[in-house]
């Protein structure tokens, strides 16, 4: 990868709830990280808390490396939608921080820079064509295609939450994105144990898992069937050579254990012999995107 030694990045990281922020060198080095509320108040507000960040680090930085969420055309800087920030839609955001930063300005959606964090350095760097997928609020991910990430021509491709699991267009998990996201594993567990689901997160759904729960131990089960069940699905339609596996519920042990448990069950009883997917956890986790999106900076010609 072409680098510029000794020189520093501020990378920003844009999610639903938080932006997350550091420096970071061509040697992947984070520091100075931080974090600060994602505003709603509109696209002022947006880039005013954007640019806020940058005068931390004014005169500090080579430029500004940002991963964040939707449809992103990042050849010309320009978010064609925000995903769950419906008010940055069509935002033409390099152009806008450039001319209130005065230095060079970078867009990757979220996924995708998690994604090409790893075929670059992670656990699909000797992967020509592979697999990301990211387990949130519901499931993001991308396409390695001759180890570069994969755009598509409306730069959706590997929105794997669009995909739907039923003909019932509604809200109660036709799409994967409803049935793959963390709510449905807490919905799960909660309604065995019953329980109520409010304030219950996944990590506590895991905690009882790992100490044998049985009602959440069933959860888990239910829930990682249907991502078993797509990954063979996507082994079919891509054949490729690994699926890497990120977000916060990856690091958990039991959640890779299970998508495998399943997966050998299913790929057994396949009737055309299909190569039975290779299935690791990403190597890199919260700073995955922040990663990516220096990746991207530094050599545009990665997607």
Request: glycine share 12%; charged share 20%.
């Amino acid at each position: 990868m072409g680098r510029e030694m000794n020189k520093k990045y501020l990378c920003i990281d844009v999610g639903g709830t938080s932006i997350k922020y550091g420096i970071m060198d061509t040697d992947l080095n984070l520091s100075s990280k931080g974090s600060v509320a994602t505003p709603y108040d509109g696209v002022e507000a947006y880039l005013n808390t954007l640019e806020g960040i940058y005068k931390q680090f004014d005169g500090q930085v080579c430029g500004i490396a940002m991963s964040v969420p939707g449809g992103i055309d990042s050849k010309n800087g320009i978010c064609i939608f925000g995903g769950s920030l419906l008010f940055i839609d069509h935002l033409p955001l390099v152009q806008e921080m450039e001319k209130r930063c005065h230095v060079p300005v970078s867009i990757m959606n979220d996924a995708k820079s998690a994604a090409l964090a790893e075929a670059a350095w992670g656990s699909l760097k000797d992967c020509k064509d592979a697999v990301v997928l990211v387990f949130g609020t519901g499931v993001g991910g991308a396409l390695i295609k001759d180890g570069k990430v994969h755009m598509g021509k409306h730069f959706t491709a590997g929105e794997f939450s669009w995909i739907m699991m039923s003909p019932e267009f509604d809200q109660t998990g036709g799409a994967w994105g409803l049935r793959g996201g963390n709510k449905r594993l807490v919905s799960l567990a909660a309604s065995a144990k019953g329980l109520s689901r409010e304030n219950l997160t996944s990590y506590e759904v895991f905690n009882w898992a790992q100490e044998g729960d049985e009602a959440a131990l069933w959860a888990l089960d239910v829930f990682t069937k249907d991502i078993a069940f797509m990954i063979l699905n996507l082994q079919s339609i891509y054949d490729p050579e690994r699926f890497a596996i990120g977000g916060g519920i990856s690091r958990q042990p039991l959640f890779l254990t299970y998508i495998q448990k399943n997966l050998n069950f299913y790929h057994s009883q396949c009737l055309f012999p299909m190569p039975k997917p290779e299935v690791v956890e990403c190597k890199y986790h919260n700073d995955a995107n922040l990663i990516g999106a220096l990746g991207y900076f530094l050599n545009r010609e990665l997607i």
